[in-house]
């Protein structure tokens, strides 16, 4: 288990802003799912909020729409095979936390599971817009709380020595572009 | 003049599925602007949809809502310095492209001006949804045209060679990430 430290809610979009490609967990009813999303993104600040597309077609989609709470997780360049995987394969053939030896613990506020070895995790929980949730399989959700590996985030900051762990952000037929390089603009 | 090609829009979304932050450029009424927005994201696939957050409080907002048209442009790691400028001052006090020194041609299919030097260009027409534009500053659009720079997209796919042009991912404080080295998963 890696340490983990809470993230301050005013804060934890920084989580999400450049863009990383997420794992959504969910739980309902003695039934969990993990699946992967490219097309996530923050909403607001204050409190935060996050917009993230679920296809109807998901047995996350059922999960997610019977408990009314999600995870955000935000997987490391090691997990990019799992990414894929997790993503490749509908939960409803396959109980993906065992196929996959995937380890998981508990937050604070939702039952979903958080997955070990990510970088940051994002509790939330649903604002139920029913039309657009029909119509573009797009859900919007407040953030309850927010958590990190203190190795990559910490004080409401990504870390950014060259060794530190670095997100992922999904392309295309198995392919990703790493988290490169943090600058400074104009610099 | 850099070299650009249209993008079939069955491959568009690859232009954003990574994350990157983005220009938003607009026109409506003889005035245009263009700001920055960290927070976009694809929506669909076909016909290609994306969703971008417009803050109520921008000038692009009013042109948006006037003209119900956009572009995303995806600035290269060049274009960093002027992407924090334009998300750091409002087009009301400032005709930014003649502040900052842009060069814009024009696109095919809406007048919003596209931004010379950005790796690639979505061309958006607003599906309206008076709630979620008032409600979350949260907007949908069909993407009618997308155009890349052949040195970074190409063929539907971006260019993973070392010195292919970067895209950024804006985290906060004018700090950014570049877009790092691609790989595929499990290798």
Chains 1, 2 share one sequence.
Request: overall charge negative; glycine content about 8%; aromatic content about 10%.
């Amino acid at each position: 288990m890696k340490p983990r430290l809470p993230v301050d809610l005013a804060k934890c979009y920084r989580l999400l802003n450049h863009g990383p490609t997420v794992l959504v967990s969910s739980e309902h009813d003695g039934r969990r799912n993990v699946m992967a999303a490219a097309w996530s993104m923050p909403l607001d600040f204050s409190p935060p909020k996050v917009a993230v597309v679920i296809d109807r077609n998901t047995l996350t989609r059922q999960l997610v729409e019977g408990s009314g709470e999600f995870v955000l997780n935000v997987p490391s360049r090691e997990m990019a095979g799992l990414t894929l995987a997790v993503g490749s394969v509908s939960g409803r053939e396959s109980e993906k936390f065992d196929a996959q030896g995937i380890a998981v613990f508990a937050g604070e506020k939702v039952k979903a599971p958080l997955l070990e070895g990510c970088l940051g995790w994002l509790e939330c929980r649903v604002i139920s817009e029913p039309h657009i949730q029909h119509t573009y399989d797009l859900f919007l959700a407040e953030v309850v709380a927010a958590w990190a590996d203190e190795r990559a985030f910490r004080n409401g900051h990504w870390v950014f020595e060259e060794d530190a762990p670095r997100s992922i952000h999904y392309i295309a037929g198995g392919n990703f572009f790493e988290t490169g390089e943090a600058f400074e603009a104009g610099k």
